[in-house]
T-cell receptor, first 118, second 114 residues
């Protein structure tokens, strides 16, 4: 398996523009997570899905952020309009269900998207 | 609110020495604790996962211990190698939190010199 695949790896955009980040989870995983990493706040969970359904979006900072998972193999995180304070590394991660074996509960992260909003 | 602290923030050792990385957390009602490795410009790789009922987990040169009552976990890396240079993060999952809502420490940056 190729692991969790994210695109693009780097995104540079101007304030006010729409940004779309993409993620393909590991096949068979039924949980998908979007995390954000900044120097100031470290890693924070933004939203997660179970079987393509959003379960907890309490970490989404503002209405400018939205996430979708139209099918088991694809998810997007959209920021519209983008602001300089959104600059961060955005990670997608996936896993099997909670309560399964310890190995299956591990989160597998993608390589991240480095977002810079000028 | 759960707080996860990692000490030291940075560590440099010569090749061959054993590494000891510390993680402490304030809320002992955890579901599990994971140790991750992060290389520059890359994602996180889960190294070890310890369930709250376990005391330790081992994988090759890595051993992680968990003392839930005192809110501590330690990651030991035996006979360090230059390839072990990376940032190591610990993360806890609370019983009362959403699944996957890991609380991360700030990490320990490790440099192993040849």
């Amino acid at each position: 398996d190729a692991g969790v695949i994210q695109s693009p790896r780097h995104e540079v955009t101007e304030m006010g523009q729409e940004v779309t980040l993409r993620c393909k989870p590991i096949s068979g995983h039924d949980y998908l997570f979007w995390y954000r990493q900044t120097m100031m706040r470290g890693l924070e969970l933004l939203i997660y899905f179970n079987n393509n359904v959003p379960i907890d979006d309490s970490g989404m900072p503002e209405d400018r952020f939205s996430a979708k998972m139209p099918n088991a193999s694809f998810s997007t995180l959209k920021i519209q309009p983008s602001e300089p304070r959104d600059s961060a590394v955005y990670f997608c991660a996936s896993s099997y269900s909670r309560g399964d074996t310890a190995t299956n509960e591990k989160l597998f992260f993608g390589s991240g998207t480095q977002l810079s909003v000028l | 609110k759960q707080e996860v602290t990692q000490i030291p923030a940075a560590l440099s050792v010569p090749e061959g020495e054993n590494l000891v990385l510390n993680c402490s957390f304030t809320d002992s009602a955890i579901y599990n604790l994971q140790w991750f490795r992060q290389d520059p410009g890359k994602g996180l790789t889960s190294l070890l996962l310890i369930q709250s009922s376990q005391r330790e987990q081992t994988s090759g040169r890595l051993n992680a211990s968990l003392d839930k009552s005192s809110g501590r976990s330690t990651l030991y890396i035996a006979a360090s190698q230059p390839g072990d240079s990376a940032t190591y993060l610990c993360a806890v999952s609370l019983l009362t939190d959403s699944w996957g809502k890991l609380q991360f420490g700030a990490g320990t940056q490790v440099v192993v010199t040849p």
